[in-house]
């Protein structure tokens, strides 16, 4: 089929840019948290065997999920992003293969996902596809230290204690906030929402 939208071949090769560095990013984000969970165990590690108090430990798998969590939330905003454009580009394909979906269904569709920035999925699948995709491996490490530390170290043992706290347990308080703040920021971001 003769292409007479001269725009969509230039369009379409921008959004395989797009696609292609939204790849990398998410596979730097990916990279980024297997690394750091891996400093950061060996860290723990280290402290444990060194027998380096509990506070100690406690805050640096404190620091190790945050910072993960971190990256896992940008990995969502990248893979709705990518799935939004396989979602145009795969339209522009079937258009120049057979002609259909016609010209007007592409333009309400990059109205729809690109100009207005609407997602092609639902936040669950977003986040579901990221776990499936190694987060789920990488989150499970230092929440399974936490969990040991909180339920059979720190009990054990005697730390600090502020305002009739254990300090350990307000460094999780703290570290639930940080892990609210950033769900916040995920349900909250405006290229997530779905046209109703």
Known sequence: MVDIYPWLKVYYKKLIADRNVNLQRKDGFANWAVVSLLGFLVI???????????LLRVAVLSMALALIIRFFVHSCLIYANIVKVNKIKLAIEQY?????????????????????????????????GQLKAGFLVILIAPIAALFYELIFVIPTVSSTIIVGFKIEYILMFLLVLYIF?????????????QKQ
């Open 96 to 128: 120049w293969m057979s002609g259909e979906p016609d010209i007007g269904e592409i333009k309400l569709l990059i109205e729809k996902h690109d100009s207005f920035r609407w997602s092609a999925i639902s936040l669950p699948r977003i986040i579901w």
């Open 181 to 193: 703040y950033e769900i916040v920021l995920l349900l909250s971001n405006v290229e997530l929402k």
């Open 44 to 54: 723990y590690g280290q402290f444990t065997s060194l027998g380096m108090p509990g």
